[in-house]
């Protein structure tokens, strides 16, 4: 038998044919073989990837807990797993202050798990309060104060004074006396969040302490010397 001449278009489509099942065979031979560039190398498990950054115990390494007879514990900068821990939840180690995540874990389940920071838990509850609004009203009595706390240490002898004299220091000291004792709880609260206001508060309370020697002595002379009827109990 003569072989058929095949047409120039028949010769095309046979060689398009033949190049395609060309590929397939050797797209097939590689998968078969594991050499194709789309194969990738399978990924170390997490295991092995932290066994591998992990230091065990031993003595040039020694643990918290001064482990160096094996390696059962394992460490690094930001872990410590401590077989059989007899650690406590907080402690100071390599220059860091390390804190207790969990317990009974590890590969054999006996270790103690530790981080250089608090854990979740500790966290939200180290969370900064919101700032409570201190009053500023001290800011306007302080200099009131003052003022009448001047004006009741400018007060001469009882015995010295007219009656309407007397009965100016005496209404001044005892109007000091009361500013006084508005304004030292709001120093006081100020201070707390305000170091800087301690002295206005040690300040104060001096000044408070001479008011109250102050009004001892009128309330004596008024009592005494004037019979008063309220301070002689007269009226009730």
Not at 206 to 235: A, M, S
Request: glycine residues 4%; aromatic residues 10%; hydrophobic residues 30%.
């Amino acid at each position: 038998m003569t072989a058929q001449k095949l047409s120039s278009h028949e010769a095309r489509v046979t060689s398009r044919l033949a190049d395609t099942l060309l590929c397939r065979q050797v797209v097939s031979a590689s998968k078969s073989t594991g050499t194709t560039s789309r194969s990738r190398s399978t990924k170390p498990r997490l295991g092995h990837f932290l066994e591998q950054k992990l230091t065990r115990s031993g003595r040039k390494n020694p643990c918290a807990c001064d482990r160096v007879k094996d390696g059962d514990c394992a460490f690094n900068d930001t872990t410590l797993f401590c077989h059989n821990s007899p650690l406590s939840d907080q402690f100071r180690w390599r220059g860091q202050t390390w804190f207790r995540h969990r317990t009974n874990c590890g590969h054999t389940g006996a270790c103690t798990l530790f981080k250089p920071w608090p854990p979740a838990n500790q966290r939200r509850s180290q969370r900064s309060k919101p700032k409570r609004h201190v009053s500023t009203r001290w800011r306007r009595l302080l200099p009131q104060f003052i003022a009448e706390w001047r004006e009741a240490m400018a007060c001469p002898e009882f015995e010295l004074c007219s009656p309407d004299e007397l009965r100016h220091y005496f209404k001044a000291i005892y109007k000091a006396e009361y500013k006084g004792d508005e304004l030292l709880p709001l120093l006081v609260d100020a201070a707390r969040h305000n170091a800087k206001y301690r002295r206005y508060v040690i300040a104060v309370q001096h000044k408070i302490k001479t008011l109250r020697y102050q009004r001892r002595d009128v309330d004596c002379f008024r009592k005494n010397d004037l019979g008063c009827p309220e301070l002689n109990g007269w009226l009730s």
